[in-house]
């Protein structure tokens, strides 16, 4: 039986997780736009996002947005894992909220946002990005806690 290394398993996470952010970046900055995928215990749902890395970007967001397909949003990347708070001020459109962390997995959903309210929605952890899609998305396509965001190619 082979011996499991612990040093290893985390060189391995934290690979994992730099691939991730860096693939992101790269795509991000290459087209502003592009496909997104969440892995669910059903199957795989497929997603056209816009990518925020700028402070402007992420400062603008979808305010002043009065409609977002059913398959379209807006994915905020952070450089590193960070607390984030967000909230629906000059959004007129209920969303829903998919907290991510530094490997990809959705830590925390918030679900079905009022429209341009002031409330701060907190990230409730470090997390490396913020996917923003219609509000109901995640009733709708069974996206829960502990599934999986995978940048398409």
């Known amino acids: 039986m082979k011996r499991i290394r612990p040093r290893r398993i985390i060189t391995t996470l934290c690979l994992s997780a730099l691939l991730f952010l860096s693939a992101l970046v790269s795509q991000s900055y290459a087209a502003g736009k592009g496909p997104l995928k969440i892995e669910t215990k059903e199957g795989v749902i497929q997603f056209n996002v816009e990518y925020a890395i700028t402070q402007e970007k992420k400062a603008k967001g979808l305010m002043f947005r009065n409609s977002l397909g059913p398959r379209e ?81």
């Open 73 to 153: 949003g807006m994915l905020f990347v952070y450089q590193s894992p960070t607390t984030v708070t967000m909230w629906m001020k000059n959004t007129p459109i209920s969303l829903d909220m998919f907290f991510i962390n530094r490997r990809g997995v959705i830590r925390y959903i918030e679900e079905k946002t009022q429209p341009n309210s002031t409330r701060h929605i907190d990230s409730r952890g470090k997390v490396s990005a913020v996917l923003e899609l219609r509000g109901g998305s995640a009733e709708d396509f069974g996206i829960k806690v502990g599934d999986r965001v995978i940048l398409a190619k």
